[in-house]
């Protein structure tokens, strides 16, 4: 069975419009990603690929209560740019469209946004500006429901626990994205790259492992969108002083 059109991009104008008069889509996922190394053997659009295929998978489980929009396809990974072919954004700019993105999915009446996040250095600079979003957008519809989460946060560590040797998570091409990335594309995993690398963790790395991590990445996705969507999951109380 195909995948119903959960990606805002891949709709026209009336599909989308239509289907907003018709309340649904009123949750929208924005995944955050980057383009940069991943070691020897993993090609540079990896978080990006994974955290856009969870996102859309979840969407479908959920269809058509949820749209993902535009992934931000370029990241702050200024600690990588000393492997030639990394793209990073400054902070401020990156934040910008970010926030942007999320003013834009707002003015079209869309009242829950998960920002889902496949790359470890977009967290702080997000997390830092989240609580300042919120203010602002509390004074244009207080029952806007903002959220960011990094899709590994999600799983339990006790999960990925039972399931690795390394316990790096998510590390950087390792054990962790390396298992995620044979099971999505094996055939873009540089397997001779690999184990050439002075690095042995990834080679602990499995497709089942993977399987199992994107799986359950889908399923806690699905869960904390569902606790948004039923204003089980709002944000603590960020109040403006007078």
């Known amino acids: 069975m195909s995948i119903p059109e959960v990606m805002l991009s891949g709709l026209t104008r009336r599909e989308f419009r239509e289907a907003l008069q018709a309340e649904k889509f009123q949750t929208a996922i924005l995944t955050t990603a980057s383009n940069e190394q ?54 401020g700019g990156w934040l ?3 926030f942007d993105a ?8 869309i009242k829950n946004i998960l ?29 806007l429901n903002l959220h960011f989460a990094s899709y590994w946060d999600l799983i339990p560590l006790d999960f990925l626990h039972k399931h690795m040797k390394t316990r790096v998570i998510p ?13 999505l594309y094996p055939d873009k995993v540089r397997q001779e790259a690999m184990r050439e690398h002075t ?10 492992k993977g399987r199992l991590f994107v799986e359950e990445a889908i399923r806690r996705t699905v869960e904390f969108l569902e606790g948004m969507m039923s204003g089980r999951i709002q944000p603590a109380e960020v109040k403006h002083f007078p």
């Open 38 to 91: 991943h070691s020897e053997h993993l090609p540079m659009d990896f978080d990006l690929t994974a955290v856009t295929h969870i996102a859309r998978e979840a969407a479908a489980a959920l269809y058509p209560k949820v749209i993902v929009t535009v992934p931000m396809a370029i990241g702050i990974s200024e600690h990588h740019m000393i492997h030639k072919g990394t793209i990073s954004a400054k902070p």
């Open 96 to 98: 910008a469209v970010v």
């Open 102 to 109: 999320v003013e834009s999915l707002a003015r079209h009446g």
């Open 115 to 143: 920002i889902l996040n496949g790359h470890g250095g977009n967290t702080a600079p997000l997390k830092a500006s989240l609580d300042q979003w919120r203010l602002h957008f509390k004074l244009q519809d207080p029952k």
């Open 171 to 183: 590390g950087h091409a390792k054990e962790f994205e390396t298992s995620i990335a044979l099971a």
């Open 199 to 208: 690095d042995p963790d990834p080679l602990e790395a499995t497709a089942e």
